[in-house]
């Protein structure tokens, strides 16, 4: 199939998609590769090589994909694109994020909430401190007292990314171009195509590129809801839309599942579809007076201590990045608020939220996120023992649970509770999950487990018990890998010549010359980056 004209790739577009993949991610459930670093080190040749690709003939790799636990007990599928695919996607959603955005309803309604496009230059996609889920609850508690005697229609779409029509992308990035990006939204259409091997549904779940995407088709269906009611707010694809009457929302639940399958061939998800009454409706979806106080004291101690630990780094700090495993003069001054009153009464308020929602049968998975990130963001060691103690119950949050331990835990702490670890590793859901089986093979990879001795039956993939035998300085491991590189899978070979570090210098060397002389510039940017260590 003949695709549209040649395109090559704007730099200064490339050079904001590295600085994305370097402050961000290449996908919001993989732990972060260190590949992208490596491509800083070799920048100059990759960002030459992308910029010669004629994109409109570029056919992406296909993306790592794994079962992600949710919370209500089923699984989505999550997606992690080759570094340099990641990077060009990246480019391509840049080019057009802003027309995205001018396309949306205006920002000041307040209607469509979530991810706010506003690009930055240090590689940002949206509004900083967005505060779009305040928005989105305020809006809907506005509407509750407006609509009291009412109804609200709550619609949520079923497996949305997964879903999206491509071809629909196309044409709504194309209706918002106004002209101008006819051939950007085909080249975006065959790119997602060709990562789909040729289904045209679906979008990649994780970069936050497809976030930009699902907001364009969301766009179309907000013009469509606001064609019989304006008393509608909406945050990603979690609608509400609130009337005086149910036979007024039944008819828009009617006429919105037509448009939404005939359109975008798209459909709301049942279990999360429903009409109710106010009443109903604010006692399942609004916390009680007593748990809304107390996260509101939560959030006033927040503040404080953020205040007095920012008060003590200098501008723009770079030691809370969430992948640092450990900062010693990061930590150092944590250990001057921690003295605090109010730095005590917010630790204790983190440790009852995590105590009572393992006891409830509908646990509260987004409070319990934004507290795990908290304590990580202030190093708050107290509730590590019971996480352990309690795994099975955050394996939904398992990110943020790994995340966390990256910046809390020491030798100290890792011996304390090493039995801890290895009872998890006898759990059935740890040996069937391999997402879960990822994250904590990642969290192995912290040095403070080096001195520590592990069961290591558990790691299922040649990349992982590489990155683990290199932190146990087991040499033998790596030198009869690197022998065999060349018949290793991608993945596995970038994990073998990144770990080549732990060799001698000159075996090490050695072996890097060789990888120089690849055809892959990513094995060739791995071994500059390893050899930059000496």
């Known amino acids: 199939m003949k695709k549209n004209k040649a395109k090559h790739l704007d730099e200064n577009f490339i050079e904001w998609s590295l600085k994305h993949h370097l402050k961000f991610y ?3 459930f993989f732990p972060k590769s260190f590949e992208f670093d490596a491509i800083k080190c070799n920048w100059d040749e990759v960002k030459d090589m992308i910029k010669k690709i004629d994109i409109s003939e570029y056919s992406p790799k296909s993306p790592k994909t794994m079962l992600a636990l949710k919370p209500n007990g089923n699984f989505r599928i999550v997606h992690n694109l080759q570094p340099i695919d990641s990077i060009i996607y990246t480019s391509l959603i840049y080019e057009i994020c802003r027309k995205i955005e001018k396309y949306r309803i205006s920002e000041r309604r307040k209607i469509a909430c979530s991810y706010r496009i506003k690009p930055t230059s240090d590689g940002s996609f949206f509004r900083k ?3 779009g889920w305040n928005d989105f609850k305020d809006k809907t508690e506005k509407y509750c007292d407006k609509f009291k005697d009412g109804f609200v229609l709550v619609a949520d779409i079923a497996d949305f990314y997964n879903q999206i029509y491509t ?3 196309k044409n709504i990035i194309a209706e918002a171009g ?3 990006l006819d051939n950007e939204a085909e080249i975006i259409d065959y790119f997602l195509l060709d990562l789909n091997k040729g289904i045209s549904k679906g979008i990649p779940v994780g970069p936050a590129a497809s976030i930009i995407l699902s907001e364009a088709i969301m766009g179309d269906i907000d013009n469509k809801i606001l064609k019989y009611s304006s008393n509608y707010v909406r945050y990603a694809d979690d609608i509400r839309i609130f009337a005086k009457k149910r036979d007024q929302l039944e008819f828009i639940l009617h006429e919105l599942s037509d448009y939404i399958y005939k359109v975008h061939r798209l459909i709301f998800a049942g279990d999360k ?4 009454d106010i009443n109903t409706f604010t006692e399942r979806y609004f ?8 996260l509101n004291i939560m959030s006033s101690l927040e503040d404080e201590a953020k205040e007095e630990l920012e008060s003590r780094l200098d501008e723009g700090n770079p030691y ?4 640092e495993f450990n900062n010693v003069e990061y930590d150092n001054i944590l250990l001057e608020v921690y003295k605090s009153k109010e730095f005590k009464i917010l630790t204790d308020a983190y440790m009852k939220i995590i105590r009572e929602n393992v006891q409830l049968e509908y646990p509260d998975y987004v409070t319990l996120r934004h507290v795990i990130k908290k304590c990580g963001y202030y190093r708050i060691k107290k509730p590590i023992k019971f996480i352990l103690n309690n795994f099975e119950f955050f394996k939904p949050i398992i990110r943020e649970v790994i995340l966390y331990f990256n910046k809390v835990l020491n030798e100290k702490t890792v011996n304390n509770n090493i039995n801890y670890f290895n009872e998890i590793f006898k759990k059935d859901f740890y040996k069937n999950y391999p997402y879960i089986n990822m ?3 990642f969290l192995f990879r912290n040095k403070n487990f080096k001195k520590i001795k592990l069961r290591t039956d558990y790691i299922e993939t040649f990349y992982d018990k590489t990155f683990y035998a290199a932190l146990k300085n087991d040499k033998t491991f790596i030198k009869g890998l690197k022998t065999e590189i060349d018949v290793q899978k991608t993945r596995d070979k970038h994990a073998i010549i990144f770990c080549s570090n732990i060799l001698s210098k000159d075996e090490r060397n050695h072996f890097l010359r060789s990888i120089e002389k690849s055809n892959d510039i990513l094995d060739r940017s791995i071994a500059k980056y390893v050899k930059s260590f000496n």
């Open 26 to 28: 290449s996908s919001d």
């Open 129 to 131: 401190n967005d505060n």
């Open 167 to 169: 071809h629909k992308i």
């Open 178 to 180: 106004e002209g101008d």
């Open 273 to 276: 579809t429903k009409i109710y």
């Open 287 to 294: 916390m009680k007076e007593e748990k809304e106080e107390k």
């Open 320 to 323: 809370t990045n969430e992948y």
């Open 439 to 441: 994250w904590m093979s």
